[in-house]
């Protein structure tokens, strides 16, 4: 007995190094699956997040060397006054890139669903169709629909509104809120579809149910509907947000940031610092708040969206 005991012990320590060897290649496995994708994230993006946080502790001007300076920049961006109401401007732009838009795409997405409108899909096309106009021509349009004799002030007199006529991206007060209003028009769309999306997952028993014990419209929606697009509404809340904060283009086709600094945003000032002032590290100091903004904001929504789906 003492023989054959003596002999299985090898074979355990055998199966025991098998095991852990499987193990270990299992545990590998997904790693060396998605190595490939590391390597050119890291590449394409870490890498460059990395050196222009460097770049951030130098002031350099891209004609004489750079000279490290700290966080000096990261001072004086906070001591800037214009630089800081540039991330103001970014926050006012997230009303109307984020919160509208998710506001107007729910009640229509909710209106849609509900009437089951004949050419639903003609409907989704039309109200995607900003997504998929290059910014530079959307904002030429708005440039000329806000210009002095554009179709807006045109329509206001013509209903009787002369006196509130004006140049709407060359006015302090409301050139912001112009520009606001187009990132409207244009996320309103993709937030639609998105909520279309997962209004459709709905059974309809459910709604059938709810109109048996007599709920109403908005009973429906609200102990419905709105619970099963929370998700939706994450994804949706999460690239607006990313949108209103990286806003570069149509401020630059529209305004420029003007009149005056009226309408300047963090993505355009990290233009301006880089290539018109030659500011090279003041212009990554820029991107790279901005870049913590976001990942900030990305964050505390993602927290979010996985503590509602936990409570579902």
């Known amino acids: 007995m003492a023989t054959s005991s003596r002999a299985e012990r090898p074979d355990r320590r055998l199966a025991r190094r098998r095991l852990a060897s499987r193990e270990g290649r299992t545990v590998a496995t997904p790693y060396l699956y998605i190595a490939p994708a590391l390597l050119v994230y890291g590449a394409f993006l870490l890498w460059p997040l990395a050196r222009a946080a460097q770049f951030s502790l130098y002031a350099w001007d891209t004609v004489s060397p750079a000279r490290f300076v700290g966080f000096a920049n990261y001072v004086a961006m906070v001591n800037d006054p214009d630089l800081l109401a540039s991330f103001g401007h970014a926050a006012v732009l997230i009303i109307f890139y984020a919160v509208l838009p998710i506001g107007l795409g729910l ?25 998929v106009i290059a910014m530079v021509v959307v904002a030429v349009a708005w440039t000329r629909i806000y210009s002095t004799d554009g179709s807006l ?13 004006r140049a709407w991206l060359g006015d302090y007060t409301f050139a912001l809120p112009a520009v606001g209003l187009i990132g409207t028009w244009v996320e309103t769309g993709l937030v639609t579809i998105l909520l279309l999306a997962g209004m459709g997952r709905v059974p309809r028993d459910l709604y059938e149910a709810a109109r048996l014990d007599g709920a109403g419209a908005i009973a429906e929606f609200l102990a419905i509907t709105l619970p099963a697009v929370r998700g939706e509404l994450v ?34 000032q990290v233009y301006n610092q880089a290539f018109g002032l030659g500011q090279v590290g003041m212009a990554t100091t820029i991107g790279v708040s901005l870049a913590v903004v976001i990942f900030g904001i990305n964050l505390v929504l993602n927290r979010l969206g996985d503590r509602a789906a936990a409570d579902s």
Not at 153 to 165: C, H, M, P, S, Y
């Open 107 to 131: 009640v229509v997405a909710a209106i849609l669903n509900r009437a089951r409108v004949r050419g639903l899909s003609f409907f989704r096309t039309v109200i995607f169709l900003p997504q």
């Open 153 to 165: 002030n045109a329509l206001l007199r013509l209903v009787g509104l002369g006196d509130v006529t």
């Open 235 to 268: 994804v949706a809340a999460t690239l607006t947000v990313v949108a209103a904060l990286k806003n570069f283009d149509i401020i630059y086709m529209t305004t420029r940031g003007g009149p005056g600094t009226s309408t300047t945003v963090p993505s355009y």
